[in-house]
């Protein structure tokens, strides 16, 4: 491990730890990548998945394709802070396992701390991959990793609501026909549509397509674009069409309004499919500003190979991942974790095996990578401007205008330090 790596990891740590509070570990041991070679021993592997144990399906499929590279593999959970400061650290002295599977914004952040190989150097396959999923791992012309599946956002909606107030779904192709569709609906006596518009970045990850919507771009928080996307959410919360707890709503909390019957419509994610399917409630694109589906951010994980001392185990670290990514086990890993597969092929397997996949898909195909245009490591920084925006906005403490345009002041500063 070279100096270089040691302060770049360092340097990466240090801020991570300047944005967020770092959350605490899971139960897992998170020893170090063990003994490996490139024709046998054992293998490591880090995800962010604690919800799994030994006997799920995720589990025993990373098993099978270890056994299948002739190697053993020993799988350590994380939760997704967790797991980035792991990397970190173990990038740091030069202890990284031999496989990471991280949220695709911390991408970036591995990768300018140096601890990430690219696809050119360890031989991972990317030529299938849809480009706009691929985006979220490619920094300065390398590409740093291939994603397990993509997730997104959608609007599910409530037939039941929407037919009594006279609404119908087909009608809602720009903001301007969905706001008097919430207008009806509280006219028929119902709730309008709730958001997670909380100050954490699933805030951010909630106001990005109302955002890019508009058109704005993340180098200009404080364009007149974005300004009118901010406007649209605070014009709902003083109208009533969205209520004052999108304040503080989690993706989680927001979705538990919506369960409640009362809503039209909530913003939420594939992650919801199933308890969506068992309200009956379909979903439609979120409209952009003058009509046709906004762009939306994508979420979901990227395999990356760490940099290790033995160069020869990336090809078995490479075949692992290609076992775990191949089109047959990716649907089925996908479905499980509610993910699209990030290929054409996978995606038709996902169709003929569940139609009513098809609206996430047609999502996913529009969807743009938080840290894509490369800006990497930039967009932590922004995010967290502009969530602090959105907060300042709601909240009534400041106009859009205003917050957004303190945002980019400050975004600004903090990333010419």
Not at 12 to 22: E, I, K, P, S, Y
Not at 134 to 152: E, K
Not at 317 to 333: P, R, W
Request: charged share 10%; glycine share 10%; net charge neutral.
């Amino acid at each position: 491990m070279t100096v270089q790596i040691t302060r770049r990891a360092c340097a990466a740590l240090l801020a991570l730890t300047a944005v967020t509070a770092l959350a605490a570990c899971s139960s897992s041991s998170g020893s170090s990548s063990s003994a490996s070679s490139a024709t046998g021993g054992t293998y490591s592997l880090w995800d962010p998945y604690p919800q799994y144990n030994a006997s799920s399906a995720w589990w025993k499929l990373v098993a099978s394709c270890g056994t299948k590279a002739g190697v053993t593999i020993k799988h350590t959970a994380y939760d997704t802070t967790a797991l980035t400061t792991q990397a970190l650290l173990a990038g740091q002295q030069g202890t990284s396992p031999n496989i990471l599977l991280v949220d695709n914004p911390v991408v970036s952040t591995l990768a300018t701390a140096g601890i990430l190989t690219t696809t050119a150097q360890n031989g991972l396959s990317t030529g299938a991959i849809a480009p706009n999923i691929l985006g979220a791992g490619i920094l300065n012309g390398g590409t740093y990793g291939v994603p397990i599946g993509a997730n997104t956002l959608a609007l599910y909606y409530n037939p039941k609501v929407l037919q009594a107030a006279g609404v119908s779904p087909a009608s809602i192709t720009s903001w301007a026909s969905l706001t008097a569709a919430l207008a009806k609906v509280k006219a028929a006596g119902k709730k309008g549509i709730t958001f997670s518009g909380i100050n954490t970045e699933e805030g951010s990850f909630q106001f990005l397509p109302w955002f890019w919507g508009a058109g704005a771009e993340l180098t200009n928080l404080g364009s007149s674009q974005a300004t009118a996307a901010l406007t649209l959410w605070t014009t709902w919360i003083k109208d009533g069409y969205a209520p004052n707890s999108v304040i503080q709503n989690t993706q989680t909390t927001s979705w538990q309004e919506f369960q409640t019957g009362d809503f039209a419509f909530a913003e939420n994610g594939t992650w919801q499919k199933a308890g969506a399917a068992t309200m009956g409630a379909p979903i439609i694109s979120i409209p952009a500003e003058n009509g046709g589906a906004a762009p939306v951010p994508t979420g979901g994980e990227f395999f990356t190979i760490p940099v290790q001392k033995d160069k020869a185990s990336y090809a078995t670290s490479a075949k692992i991942i290609q076992c775990l990514s191949s089109t047959s086990n990716i649907v089925t890993t996908d479905s499980t974790l509610n993910y699209i597969a990030p290929t054409k092929a996978g995606q038709q397997a996902q169709l003929t095996a569940d139609p009513s996949l098809s609206s996430w898909v047609t999502a996913v195909g529009v969807a743009k990578a938080r840290t894509g245009d490369n800006l990497g490591t930039k967009y932590p920084v922004i995010s967290q401007q502009m969530w602090t925006a959105v907060q300042k906005a709601e909240s009534g403490a400041a106009a859009p205008a205003s917050a957004l345009q303190a945002a980019q002041s400050a975004a600004a500063a903090k990333l010419n330090q």
